[in-house]
């Protein structure tokens, strides 16, 4: 079974509009960490967010919040005010204390495209 | 601010030839790791490092790379006789604390093996 799921290989948005990219993941640790990164075309790998498990309140940083539902085991990144530059690839990740705390597991990611 | 540095940036080889890869982490990091990803593909695991020992890695991990820390600021990542199935991105990555918070990417090394 896939750790990561993120089930939209791409997403469009208007500038300026809100947008939503899903993860679901899969675990068995009480205890795990949850990461959005953003990859844009020039390929480099730049950290957006991170959600502790025990974390009560969802993550912010910025324009970037963490829907972080841990019943339904989700993790969603909502990104406010889309601007031109946030057209890339995100991934959400997860690092299992457990099962290998130095192990990040990668979803397939989501394309993003925001247009004028 | 702070970032992890990765050199080269692109690297071409003729397969069956040894690459070195570097990086240097951020300075108070303790904890390095290097991740690679395939074009079009998912950023996968290779292995992690602290204390100057290899603390875990993946299959894809195997007799064919080696990781060092030669001095007090450089991690490389070795591959011994490059196959053509290595080319990909290859990214360091380090953090202050093994189980939380931020890990902090590099931009990346192309590899290329012909």
């Known amino acids: 079974a896939q750790k990561i799921t993120q089930t939209q290989p791409g997403m469009f948005v208007q500038e300026k509009e809100a947008v939503t990219l899903d993860c679901t993941y899969d675990t068995s640790d009480q205890s795990y960490g949850l990461f959005w990164y953003k990859q844009p075309s020039s390929g480099e790998m730049i950290f957006l967010i991170y959600?502790?498990?025990?974390?009560?309140q969802n993550a912010t940083e910025g324009r970037y919040s963490l829907n972080f539902q841990k019943a339904r085991k989700s993790a969603n990144l909502v990104i406010s005010a889309s601007q031109l530059g946030d057209s890339a690839m995100y991934f959400c990740a997860m690092r299992e204390i457990n099962s290998g705390y130095s192990t990040l597991t990668f979803g397939k990611g989501t394309m993003l495209l925001v247009s004028p | 601010e702070p970032e992890v540095t990765q050199t080269p940036s692109h690297q071409v080889t003729q397969m069956g030839q040894e690459v070195i890869l570097r990086c240097v982490p951020i300075s108070n990091h303790l904890y390095f790791y290097w991740y690679r990803q395939i074009l079009g593909q998912k950023v996968e695991f290779l292995v992690s490092f602290y204390n100057n020992e290899i603390s875990e890695k993946s299959e894809i991990f195997d007799d064919q790379f080696s990781v060092e820390r030669p001095d007090g600021s450089n991690f490389t990542l070795k591959i011994r006789s490059t196959k053509l199935e290595d080319s990909a991105m290859y990214f360091c990555?380090?953090?202050?604390?093994?189980?939380?918070?931020?890990?902090?990417f590099g931009e990346g090394s192309r590899l290329t093996v012909l």
């Open positions: 959600q502790g498990s025990y974390d009560e």
């Open positions: 990555a380090s953090s202050e604390r093994p189980n939380t918070g931020e890990l902090f």
